[in-house]
Structures are given as structure tokens and as C-alpha cells.
């Protein structure tokens, strides 16, 4: 499997970002062919205090073809102009190969 993580920086508006983000991009996101899960973060103060990320997108797919296909489709390419409207600043992408294992909890 495979994911599309999408970093956004802190926006200079966090609630026109929010309402944008849940109200018309998620429309959007949740409709690119392929996408297995969409996991949305709210990224908070860590341990190490603050931090530039407002909000994480990760998009799962079965693979890399998937994901390229889901990218290159008419709801992939609305997806990503739709990125223009709110966060054309302050958006980062990155791939990454998912490699899941299971273990028994300590306790």
C-alpha cells in the first residue's frame, strides 16, 4: 500500500481553513478513484512545543499505479486545482510505501 500525505503549514485564517478544507476539499479528495482510506490530523503542540503543521492528509492506495492513476483522473486533477483556493502556499506532498505490522500489546 501506498500514501499521499498532505502537510499543511499553519494557514493565516485556521478557521476559513477548516471550514474549507471539511466543507469542499474533502468533497473532492474523497472522490479520486483508487483511494482506500483518507485519514485527516489535526496536528496539535508536541513534546517539543510548537510546530509549523496545522493539519495531515493521508491518502491510501493499493499501490503506486493506483495512486498515479487516482492522480492523473479528472477528480485527481480537480483535486489538485482545488488545492489553488486555500492552500497553494502552504502545502507539502509526500509518497510513502506503507508497511504494516501487527503485534500484541504489553500489558
Known amino acids: 500500500m501506498v ?6 503549514r499553519k494557514p493565516a485564517n485556521p478557521a476559513e481553513f477548516d471550514r474549507y478544507y471539511a466543507e469542499v476539499h474533502t468533497s473532492l479528495v474523497l472522490k479520486m478513484p483508487g483511494l482506500r482510506k483518507l485519514a485527516v490530523s489535526k496536528v496539535k ?5 510548537e510546530t509549523q503543521y496545522h493539519l495531515i492528509a493521508d491518502m491510501y492506495f493499493n499501490d503506486m499505479p493506483a495512486l498515479q492513476a487516482a492522480l492523473g ?5 480537480a483535486t489538485a486545482r482545488d488545492v489553488g483556493n486555500f492552500a ?18 504489553v500489558v
Not at 500514501?3 to 499543511?8: D, I, N, S, W
Not at 503542540?45 to 512545543?49: A, D, Y
Open 73 to 77: 483522473s479528472p477528480e485527481g486533477k
Open 45 to 49: 503542540p508536541g513534546v517539543v512545543g
Open 3 to 8: 500514501k499521499l500525505t498532505a502537510l499543511y
Open 88 to 105: 497553494k502556499d502552504i502545502i507539502e506532498l509526500l509518497v510513502a510505501e506503507v508497511e504494516e505490522k501487527e503485534f500484541a500489546a
